[in-house]
């Protein structure tokens, strides 16, 4: 279960133009893992689908830094969800013998993406803790 100082952010890209079961592929790559480890893996990723995955990953994880009201550890952000799902269809035609037009359609696929953070603990000074404990005991 998530902490209480655990936060969340989130990223869609639409209308990627790569095909679902492809961009899949890529995101289970880096599913359940930090985002600069995925960032990584992305980059050296010879995959066309791996520039989208990799650009709503970043984007997710600037949602986290720099939009929530605390501050987060750059270090704790990891992908907490990502999910490809189909976007939308075009239908084209392609020409074929005879005058003839066959259809076909350009599959899209939209990059759901959740990155969770842990907030940074406040170091606390001894010498005040210490003050504190003195004033309690007495």
Request: glycine residues 2%; charged residues 35%; without cysteine.
């Amino acid at each position: 279960m998530a902490d209480t100082n655990t936060k969340f952010a989130r990223a869609i890209i639409k209308g990627v133009d790569s095909q679902p079961r492809k961009t899949n592929v890529v995101a289970s790559l880096v599913r359940d893992r930090y985002v600069s480890d995925a960032v990584v893996i992305l980059e050296n990723t010879p995959r066309r689908a791996a520039r989208a995955v990799r650009k709503a990953i970043e984007s997710a994880a600037a949602n986290l830094l720099n939009n929530s009201e605390v501050s987060i550890d750059p270090k704790t952000v990891r992908i907490a969800r990502i999910s490809v799902t189909a976007g939308t269809r075009m239908r084209r035609y392609v020409p074929a013998s005879r005058g003839r037009a066959l259809p076909f359609e350009k599959i899209s696929s939209n990059i759901f993406v959740e990155v969770a953070g842990e907030e940074k603990v406040k170091k606390v000074k001894e010498s005040a803790t210490k003050a504190d404990d003195k004033k309690e005991n007495k």
